[in-house]
């Protein structure tokens, strides 16, 4: 086949797919501790605040240090961020699962440095694509490992079914070290190849070493929606198999099941998200009023619908539309930045809000099921992705309409 033939592609999919498998290895650990969470719950052996409280720090954790990694990444090669970030992150996975039982305060704090050590991948990874690839290539790479940290909730969700909360927890330390070494020797390869350079795109001296520049690209406007996907892609899906299993009545064993299955069904959102944005003529900002117009009607009746079924599929409905609008921003505007040579500190700084927003949303809604319900959490969920419309309304035309 000619595609094969086509040096520049091939060299795409290489280096898109060993991104996609390392992100995968990323979103199986970030995604262990949602899934094993009512085994750990139930018959009281770890309470829901508890783990509200682990997965807080996480994402605390995660968010500074997407922030500070995002910055690193436009100086370091993407080989040592990715390759030392899954060991590191590996390393005090298994630290976390060792002393849970014997020391709760030391666990906690390591497994928030799980989250630190994870977050020094997806910047450099973005990085490295989007300055390795040509533009319709870096959009293609981007939907793999987007795809990749969908499919990391149902993998989670397949292992919890299977395995004890401990071993699945392990079973994560295998995997980051495995795809550790994996991503160093590939990297070094690509090196040698050719396939990967740095160092070919310099941040903008211009207004302030380039920060002027991003807001040249609606950086503002894009904070305000990674921080409202960022609460339903991370937090709403962390509490999902809880939500099932207590608000919706199913056995810790079925709710892991229903998960594995809901969240194989919204990992599949990235394509969809990608072939409404061509329907759309290639209209990120049109997809991405859509797509949260979508996910608050199905948030509205999630609330007014109780049948097990029909709500669970309402529910993959609401979280699959919120998505489609991060797919936009992971996937269509994070790697438009190629040219201000700050992709690593753009997509850090947004990967920072998303998950601050999400380890603050983690924390209020562990405290909420026992003060107000599930019920009316639902209604919290609703109102957040209403801001999310909001931000997308297409103000720059309706003012130029008026005038």
Known sequence: MTIFKNKKVMNAIYLGTLCSVSYLAVYFARNMLSAVTPQM????????????????????????????????????????????????????????????????????????????FLSMIYAPMTKVVSENTEPIYATRCSMGYTFASFFGSPMAGIAAALLTWQSVLYSGTVILTVMAVTAFICFTLFERKGIVKYGQ?????????????????????????????????TSVVFWMPTYIAQYLGFSSENAAMIFTVATFVIS????????????????????????????????????????PIVNISIMVIAIMASNGAATMLWSRYCPSLRDTGMVSSATGFLDFVSYMSAAISSKLFANAVGAIGWGNLILVWFAIILCGVAVALPYNKIFKRKL
Request: proline letters at 1%; aromatic letters at 14%.
């Open 268 to 307: 599949l959102t990235t394509f969809i998200a990608i072939f409404v944005y061509e329907k759309l003529g290639h209209n990120m900002d049109a997809t991405i009023l859509l797509m949260f117009c979508v996910s608050a009607i199905a948030f509205a009746l999630l609330y007014v619908i109780k049948a």
């Open 41 to 116: 719950t139930e018959g009281g052996l770890y309470s829901e605040e508890f783990i509200g409280d682990l997965s807080s720090l996480y994402f605390i954790f995660y968010a500074v240090g997407q922030l500070i990694n995002g910055l690193i990444g436009d100086r370091i090669k993407a080989k040592y961020m990715i390759s030392f970030g899954l060991f590191l992150a590996g390393a005090s996975n298994i630290v976390f699962v060792y002393l849970l039982p014997q020391n709760a305060t030391v666990a906690t704090i390591s497994y928030g440095l799980t989250g630190f």
């Open 201 to 233: 795109y310099k941040p903008s001296k211009e207004k302030g070493n380039g920060i002027g520049v991003l807001f040249k690209h609606r950086i503002v406007k894009f904070t305000l929606i990674s921080m409202i996907t960022g609460v339903i892609r």
